[in-house]
Protein backbone atom coordinates (compact mmCIF):
# COMPACT_ATOMS: atom_id res chain seq x y z
CA UNK A 1 0.00 0.00 0.00
CA UNK A 2 1.44 3.45 -0.83
CA UNK A 3 1.33 5.70 2.57
CA UNK A 4 1.90 9.28 2.87
CA UNK A 5 4.25 8.66 5.90
CA UNK A 6 6.07 5.95 4.46
CA UNK A 7 7.22 6.81 1.19
CA UNK A 8 8.94 4.70 -1.07
CA UNK A 9 12.85 5.53 -2.41
CA UNK A 10 13.18 8.33 -4.91
CA UNK A 11 9.57 9.63 -3.94
CA UNK A 12 10.51 13.52 -3.74
CA UNK A 13 12.89 13.07 -7.32
CA UNK A 14 10.09 11.67 -9.02
CA UNK A 15 6.55 10.51 -7.55
CA UNK A 16 5.03 9.40 -11.16
CA UNK A 17 6.04 6.09 -11.08
CA UNK A 18 4.07 5.69 -8.02
CA UNK A 19 1.26 8.05 -8.70
CA UNK A 20 0.98 5.95 -11.76
CA UNK A 21 -0.09 2.96 -9.63
CA UNK A 22 -1.99 4.53 -7.64
CA UNK A 23 -4.68 5.51 -10.53
CA UNK A 24 -4.22 2.13 -12.00
CA UNK A 25 -4.74 -0.50 -8.80
CA UNK A 26 -6.05 1.90 -5.92
CA UNK A 27 -7.66 4.56 -7.27
CA UNK A 28 -9.38 4.82 -3.64
CA UNK A 29 -6.01 4.05 -1.14
CA UNK A 30 -6.96 4.00 2.20
CA UNK A 31 -4.15 5.38 4.47
CA UNK A 32 -3.17 4.27 8.34
CA UNK A 33 -5.26 6.77 9.46
CA UNK A 34 -8.30 6.40 7.75
CA UNK A 35 -7.86 9.15 5.30
CA UNK A 36 -7.79 8.40 1.65
CA UNK A 37 -6.05 9.47 -1.89
CA UNK A 38 -7.83 9.74 -4.98
CA UNK A 39 -5.47 9.89 -7.85
CA UNK A 40 -7.76 9.93 -10.96
CA UNK A 41 -8.80 12.99 -12.49
CA UNK A 42 -12.78 12.25 -13.04
CA UNK A 43 -12.46 11.79 -9.20
CA UNK A 44 -10.88 15.06 -8.66
CA UNK A 45 -13.20 16.94 -10.48
CA UNK A 46 -16.07 15.13 -9.09
CA UNK A 47 -14.86 16.18 -5.53
CA UNK A 48 -14.26 20.00 -6.57
CA UNK A 49 -17.54 20.37 -7.57
CA UNK A 50 -19.64 18.90 -5.13
CA UNK A 51 -19.10 20.99 -2.35
CA UNK A 52 -21.67 19.04 -0.51
CA UNK A 53 -20.52 15.93 0.43
CA UNK A 54 -16.84 17.08 -0.15
CA UNK A 55 -16.25 20.23 2.43
CA UNK A 56 -13.04 22.57 2.77
CA UNK A 57 -13.44 23.10 6.51
CA UNK A 58 -10.83 21.27 8.23
CA UNK A 59 -11.02 21.77 11.93
CA UNK A 60 -12.00 18.30 12.65
CA UNK A 61 -8.43 17.37 11.06
CA UNK A 62 -6.12 19.99 12.01
CA UNK A 63 -7.48 20.33 16.01
CA UNK A 64 -5.48 16.34 16.17
CA UNK A 65 -2.66 17.89 14.21
CA UNK A 66 -1.83 21.15 15.69
CA UNK A 67 -4.08 21.78 19.21
CA UNK A 68 -7.14 23.63 18.75
CA UNK A 69 -5.53 26.90 19.80
CA UNK A 70 -2.63 26.99 18.23
CA UNK A 71 -1.13 29.54 16.04
CA UNK A 72 -1.09 27.15 13.62
CA UNK A 73 -4.80 25.76 13.92
CA UNK A 74 -6.04 29.14 13.97
CA UNK A 75 -4.56 29.87 10.47
CA UNK A 76 -5.22 26.93 8.71
CA UNK A 77 -8.99 26.95 10.06
CA UNK A 78 -9.27 30.47 9.05
CA UNK A 79 -7.53 31.07 6.03
CA UNK A 80 -9.43 30.52 2.27
CA UNK A 81 -8.83 27.55 1.66
CA UNK A 82 -9.78 25.63 4.37
CA UNK A 83 -13.04 27.15 4.29
CA UNK A 84 -16.58 27.23 3.26
CA UNK A 85 -19.52 29.78 2.18
CA UNK A 86 -19.80 32.43 3.83
CA UNK A 87 -16.34 33.23 5.47
CA UNK A 88 -15.07 31.76 2.04
CA UNK A 89 -17.18 33.79 -0.61
CA UNK A 90 -17.26 36.61 1.12
CA UNK A 91 -13.16 36.94 1.44
CA UNK A 92 -12.98 35.20 -2.16
CA UNK A 93 -15.10 38.19 -3.59
CA UNK A 94 -12.87 40.80 -2.06
CA UNK A 95 -9.84 38.80 -3.65
CA UNK A 96 -11.72 38.35 -6.97
CA UNK A 97 -12.38 42.32 -7.09
CA UNK A 98 -8.45 43.03 -6.63
CA UNK A 99 -7.44 40.94 -9.22
CA UNK A 100 -9.73 42.15 -11.94
CA UNK A 101 -8.13 42.43 -15.15
CA UNK A 102 -8.05 46.53 -15.31
CA UNK A 103 -5.90 45.90 -12.11
CA UNK A 104 -3.61 43.46 -13.89
CA UNK A 105 -3.39 44.91 -16.88
CA UNK A 106 -1.45 47.94 -14.41
CA UNK A 107 0.93 45.49 -12.34
CA UNK A 108 2.36 44.36 -15.78
CA UNK A 109 4.93 47.14 -16.63
CA UNK A 110 6.16 46.89 -13.01
CA UNK A 111 6.03 43.02 -13.20
CA UNK A 112 8.30 43.45 -16.10
CA UNK A 113 10.57 46.22 -14.59
CA UNK A 114 10.91 43.72 -11.53
CA UNK A 115 12.06 40.70 -13.90
CA UNK A 116 14.10 42.41 -15.89
CA UNK A 117 16.06 44.15 -13.11
CA UNK A 118 16.71 40.66 -11.36
CA UNK A 119 17.74 39.31 -15.06
CA UNK A 120 20.80 42.15 -14.90
CA UNK A 121 21.82 41.18 -11.53
CA UNK A 122 22.18 37.87 -12.57
CA UNK A 123 23.66 38.20 -15.83
CA UNK A 124 26.51 40.30 -13.67
CA UNK A 125 26.96 37.29 -11.27
CA UNK A 126 26.97 34.35 -14.02
CA UNK A 127 27.08 31.79 -11.82
CA UNK A 128 23.01 32.19 -9.72
CA UNK A 129 20.82 30.38 -7.63
CA UNK A 130 17.31 30.00 -9.51
CA UNK A 131 15.12 30.20 -6.46
CA UNK A 132 16.44 32.87 -4.43
CA UNK A 133 17.83 34.98 -7.27
CA UNK A 134 14.66 34.86 -9.55
CA UNK A 135 11.49 32.43 -9.01
CA UNK A 136 11.54 33.23 -5.42
CA UNK A 137 11.79 36.80 -5.84
CA UNK A 138 9.39 38.04 -7.89
CA UNK A 139 5.89 36.48 -5.95
CA UNK A 140 7.53 38.07 -3.07
CA UNK A 141 7.35 41.52 -4.69
CA UNK A 142 4.14 41.27 -6.29
CA UNK A 143 2.38 39.97 -3.23
CA UNK A 144 4.11 42.58 -1.09
CA UNK A 145 2.88 45.39 -3.43
CA UNK A 146 -0.77 43.15 -3.47
CA UNK A 147 -0.61 44.25 0.26
CA UNK A 148 1.36 47.07 0.21
CA UNK A 149 3.99 45.48 2.36
CA UNK A 150 6.99 48.36 2.73
CA UNK A 151 9.54 47.08 0.28
CA UNK A 152 12.21 47.15 3.15
CA UNK A 153 10.57 45.20 5.48
CA UNK A 154 9.50 41.69 3.36
CA UNK A 155 13.06 40.28 4.32
CA UNK A 156 11.40 37.62 6.07
CA UNK A 157 8.39 36.44 4.56
CA UNK A 158 10.09 33.57 2.46
CA UNK A 159 11.00 31.93 5.28
CA UNK A 160 7.82 32.16 7.52
CA UNK A 161 6.02 31.35 4.03
CA UNK A 162 8.08 28.06 3.83
CA UNK A 163 7.58 27.36 7.72
CA UNK A 164 3.66 27.85 7.90
CA UNK A 165 3.17 25.69 4.16
CA UNK A 166 5.64 23.52 5.41
CA UNK A 167 3.02 22.21 8.57
CA UNK A 168 0.66 21.60 6.09
CA UNK A 169 2.85 17.93 5.14
CA UNK A 170 1.67 14.53 6.37
CA UNK A 171 4.06 13.96 8.88
CA UNK A 172 5.64 17.16 11.18
CA UNK A 173 9.02 16.93 13.29
CA UNK A 174 8.34 18.41 16.59
CA UNK A 175 11.08 21.34 15.11
CA UNK A 176 8.73 21.88 11.72
CA UNK A 177 5.91 22.55 14.20
CA UNK A 178 7.55 25.14 16.19
CA UNK A 179 8.63 26.62 13.59
CA UNK A 180 5.31 26.96 11.84
CA UNK A 181 3.93 28.17 15.16
CA UNK A 182 6.27 30.83 15.57
CA UNK A 183 6.16 32.34 11.78
CA UNK A 184 2.33 32.51 12.43
CA UNK A 185 2.84 33.97 15.72
CA UNK A 186 5.40 36.28 14.28
CA UNK A 187 3.67 37.16 10.98
CA UNK A 188 0.82 38.27 13.26
CA UNK A 189 3.06 40.87 14.97
CA UNK A 190 4.82 41.93 11.59
CA UNK A 191 1.01 42.49 10.32
CA UNK A 192 0.15 45.00 13.30
CA UNK A 193 1.66 48.04 12.35
CA UNK A 194 1.20 47.67 8.45
CA UNK A 195 -3.16 47.28 9.30
CA UNK A 196 -2.82 49.79 12.03
CA UNK A 197 -0.88 52.27 9.25
CA UNK A 198 -3.88 51.25 6.62
CA UNK A 199 -6.36 51.92 8.51
CA UNK A 200 -5.55 55.78 9.32
CA UNK A 201 -4.21 55.78 5.60
CA UNK A 202 -6.63 53.33 3.17
CA UNK A 203 -4.87 52.47 0.44
CA UNK A 204 -6.41 52.41 -3.85
CA UNK A 205 -8.97 49.87 -3.42
CA UNK A 206 -9.33 49.42 -6.46
CA UNK A 207 -5.41 47.36 -6.54
CA UNK A 208 -4.90 47.57 -3.16
CA UNK A 209 -6.22 44.36 -1.17
CA UNK A 210 -5.29 44.69 2.26
CA UNK A 211 -7.77 47.87 2.01
CA UNK A 212 -10.71 46.22 0.34
CA UNK A 213 -10.44 43.33 3.08
CA UNK A 214 -10.90 46.13 6.08
CA UNK A 215 -13.41 48.12 4.02
CA UNK A 216 -15.22 45.15 3.19
CA UNK A 217 -18.47 45.44 5.19
CA UNK A 218 -20.70 42.32 3.75
CA UNK A 219 -22.07 40.27 6.73
CA UNK A 220 -20.72 42.14 9.08
CA UNK A 221 -17.25 42.33 7.58
CA UNK A 222 -14.18 40.34 8.56
CA UNK A 223 -13.27 39.72 12.41
CA UNK A 224 -9.68 40.61 13.46
CA UNK A 225 -8.37 36.94 13.34
CA UNK A 226 -9.95 36.87 9.54
CA UNK A 227 -7.99 40.06 8.31
CA UNK A 228 -4.39 38.59 9.73
CA UNK A 229 -4.81 35.22 8.37
CA UNK A 230 -5.83 35.86 4.71
CA UNK A 231 -3.44 38.52 4.62
CA UNK A 232 -0.82 35.74 5.68
CA UNK A 233 -2.69 33.23 2.99
CA UNK A 234 -2.81 35.20 0.66
CA UNK A 235 1.21 35.99 0.52
CA UNK A 236 1.66 32.11 1.29
CA UNK A 237 -0.45 31.11 -1.57
CA UNK A 238 0.94 33.63 -3.67
CA UNK A 239 4.36 32.49 -3.03
CA UNK A 240 5.05 29.61 -3.17
CA UNK A 241 3.08 28.23 -5.87
CA UNK A 242 4.26 30.99 -8.40
CA UNK A 243 8.31 30.25 -7.05
CA UNK A 244 8.08 26.51 -7.57
CA UNK A 245 5.67 26.95 -10.94
CA UNK A 246 9.12 29.37 -12.55
CA UNK A 247 12.02 27.07 -10.66
CA UNK A 248 10.19 23.47 -12.38
CA UNK A 249 9.88 25.21 -16.06
CA UNK A 250 13.27 26.34 -15.97
CA UNK A 251 14.25 22.97 -14.97
CA UNK A 252 11.63 21.33 -17.65
CA UNK A 253 13.25 23.24 -20.01
CA UNK A 254 16.81 22.41 -19.57
CA UNK A 255 16.11 18.60 -19.41
CA UNK A 256 13.93 18.96 -22.73
CA UNK A 257 16.13 21.07 -24.59
CA UNK A 258 14.06 19.87 -27.91
CA UNK A 259 11.01 21.99 -26.13
CA UNK A 260 13.16 24.91 -25.20
CA UNK A 261 14.38 25.54 -28.48
CA UNK A 262 10.91 24.48 -30.17
CA UNK A 263 9.54 27.47 -27.44
CA UNK A 264 12.02 30.12 -28.51
CA UNK A 265 11.23 29.66 -32.54
CA UNK A 266 7.96 29.74 -31.47
CA UNK A 267 7.70 32.67 -28.18
CA UNK A 268 3.55 32.71 -29.16
CA UNK A 269 3.75 29.22 -27.81
CA UNK A 270 4.40 30.75 -23.90
CA UNK A 271 0.64 30.65 -23.14
CA UNK A 272 -0.18 27.29 -23.68
CA UNK A 273 3.60 26.16 -22.52
CA UNK A 274 2.87 27.52 -18.96
CA UNK A 275 0.18 25.84 -18.53
CA UNK A 276 1.87 22.34 -19.25
CA UNK A 277 4.42 22.88 -17.45
CA UNK A 278 1.82 23.24 -14.23
CA UNK A 279 0.11 20.30 -16.24
CA UNK A 280 3.71 18.17 -15.86
CA UNK A 281 4.79 19.25 -12.22
CA UNK A 282 1.80 20.41 -10.69
CA UNK A 283 3.00 23.20 -7.90
CA UNK A 284 0.58 22.33 -4.98
CA UNK A 285 0.70 18.03 -5.48
CA UNK A 286 -2.06 17.42 -2.73
CA UNK A 287 -5.38 19.23 -2.10
CA UNK A 288 -7.79 17.63 0.78
CA UNK A 289 -11.55 17.80 1.28
CA UNK A 290 -13.85 16.06 4.07
CA UNK A 291 -16.65 13.93 3.75
CA UNK A 292 -20.16 14.76 5.15
CA UNK A 293 -21.61 11.74 4.17
CA UNK A 294 -20.97 7.87 3.21
CA UNK A 295 -19.55 7.78 -0.65
CA UNK A 296 -18.93 5.28 -2.93
CA UNK A 297 -15.98 5.21 -5.51
CA UNK A 298 -15.02 2.14 -7.92
CA UNK A 299 -16.22 0.13 -5.35
CA UNK A 300 -15.32 1.70 -2.06
CA UNK A 301 -17.50 3.18 0.63
CA UNK A 302 -15.53 5.82 2.34
CA UNK A 303 -17.17 6.76 5.86
CA UNK A 304 -18.37 10.20 6.52
CA UNK A 305 -16.06 12.24 8.66
CA UNK A 306 -13.36 11.00 6.62
CA UNK A 307 -9.96 13.41 5.23
CA UNK A 308 -9.30 12.93 1.49
CA UNK A 309 -6.60 13.59 -0.25
CA UNK A 310 -6.56 15.12 -3.61
CA UNK A 311 -4.20 13.89 -5.52
CA UNK A 312 -3.63 17.02 -8.82
CA UNK A 313 -0.30 15.36 -9.87
CA UNK A 314 -1.47 11.91 -10.41
CA UNK A 315 -4.59 13.45 -11.70
CA UNK A 316 -2.67 15.54 -13.98
CA UNK A 317 -1.00 12.84 -16.00
CA UNK A 318 -4.22 10.89 -16.12
CA UNK A 319 -4.32 9.04 -19.31
CA UNK A 320 -7.86 8.88 -19.32
CA UNK A 321 -7.87 12.35 -19.20
CA UNK A 322 -4.73 13.46 -21.45
CA UNK A 323 -3.57 12.78 -24.42
CA UNK A 324 0.39 11.20 -23.88
CA UNK A 325 0.33 12.59 -20.52
CA UNK A 326 4.12 12.30 -19.58
CA UNK A 327 4.97 14.15 -22.65
CA UNK A 328 5.36 18.15 -22.64
CA UNK A 329 3.46 19.37 -25.61
CA UNK A 330 3.31 22.99 -25.66
CA UNK A 331 1.03 23.29 -27.90
CA UNK A 332 -1.48 20.97 -25.77
CA UNK A 333 -5.44 22.42 -26.02
CA UNK A 334 -7.35 21.80 -24.33
CA UNK A 335 -5.52 21.39 -21.25
CA UNK A 336 -7.53 21.30 -18.26
CA UNK A 337 -5.29 20.66 -15.77
CA UNK A 338 -5.87 20.70 -11.92
CA UNK A 339 -3.21 22.54 -11.13
CA UNK A 340 -5.48 25.30 -9.99
CA UNK A 341 -8.00 23.39 -8.35
CA UNK A 342 -11.70 23.67 -9.28
CA UNK A 343 -15.19 24.36 -8.78
CA UNK A 344 -15.39 27.61 -6.06
CA UNK A 345 -12.38 26.79 -4.69
CA UNK A 346 -10.30 27.40 -8.06
CA UNK A 347 -7.17 29.45 -7.20
CA UNK A 348 -8.12 32.63 -6.85
CA UNK A 349 -4.84 34.25 -8.17
CA UNK A 350 -4.56 31.64 -11.08
CA UNK A 351 -4.44 34.68 -13.49
CA UNK A 352 -1.84 36.55 -11.76
CA UNK A 353 0.43 33.55 -11.28
CA UNK A 354 -0.16 32.37 -15.39
CA UNK A 355 0.86 36.50 -15.92
CA UNK A 356 3.92 35.67 -13.78
CA UNK A 357 4.67 32.50 -15.38
CA UNK A 358 4.47 34.05 -18.71
CA UNK A 359 7.08 37.20 -18.04
CA UNK A 360 9.55 35.44 -16.16
CA UNK A 361 9.90 32.38 -18.58
CA UNK A 362 9.88 34.26 -21.72
CA UNK A 363 12.25 37.15 -20.61
CA UNK A 364 14.62 34.89 -19.03
CA UNK A 365 14.81 32.85 -22.19
CA UNK A 366 15.58 35.33 -24.13
CA UNK A 367 18.17 37.52 -21.75
CA UNK A 368 19.50 33.31 -21.00
CA UNK A 369 18.71 31.06 -24.24
CA UNK A 370 21.65 28.67 -23.47
CA UNK A 371 21.85 28.34 -19.98
CA UNK A 372 22.29 25.49 -17.86
CA UNK A 373 21.19 23.79 -14.74
CA UNK A 374 24.37 23.11 -12.67
CA UNK A 375 24.80 20.45 -9.89
CA UNK A 376 23.88 20.80 -7.19
CA UNK A 377 20.20 20.83 -7.84
CA UNK A 378 17.63 19.81 -5.02
CA UNK A 379 14.29 19.07 -4.42
CA UNK A 380 12.34 21.06 -1.54
CA UNK A 381 11.58 17.55 0.20
CA UNK A 382 7.94 18.09 0.38
CA UNK A 383 4.81 15.97 -0.36
CA UNK A 384 2.32 18.39 -0.90
CA UNK A 385 4.34 21.13 -2.71
CA UNK A 386 6.73 20.48 -5.73
CA UNK A 387 9.30 22.60 -6.39
CA UNK A 388 13.09 23.42 -5.52
CA UNK A 389 15.18 24.49 -2.45
CA UNK A 390 18.19 25.14 -4.47
CA UNK A 391 18.40 25.52 -8.35
CA UNK A 392 22.10 26.26 -9.46
CA UNK A 393 22.50 27.11 -13.57
CA UNK A 394 25.04 29.28 -15.04
CA UNK A 395 23.46 31.53 -17.33
Avoid at 27 to 55: H, N
Avoid at 186 to 197: G, P, S
Avoid at 213 to 228: A, H, K, N, R
Amino acid sequence: MFSLTALPDGFHENPYPAYAALREDMPVCLQYDGSVILSRYEDLDLVYRDTARFISDKKAVFGPKYGVGSPLYEHHTTSLVFNDPPLHTRVRKVMVGAMNPRALAQMEPGLIELVDNLLDQMQAKGSVELIEDFAGAIPIEIIGNLLGIPRSERGPLRDWSLAILGALEPRLTPEQEEWGNCAVTEFKAFLRHIIDDRGANPGNPETDVLTRLMQDDSDGGLTEVELYQNCIFILNAGHETTTNLIGNALALLDQHRDKRAELQSKPDLIATAVDEFLRLESPNQFGNRLTTEDVTLHGHTIPAGTDIHLCIGAANRDPRQFDRPDDMLLDRRPNKHHAFAGGPHTCVGLTLARMEGKIAVSRFLNRFPNYQIADGAKRAGRIRFRGFAQLPAQV
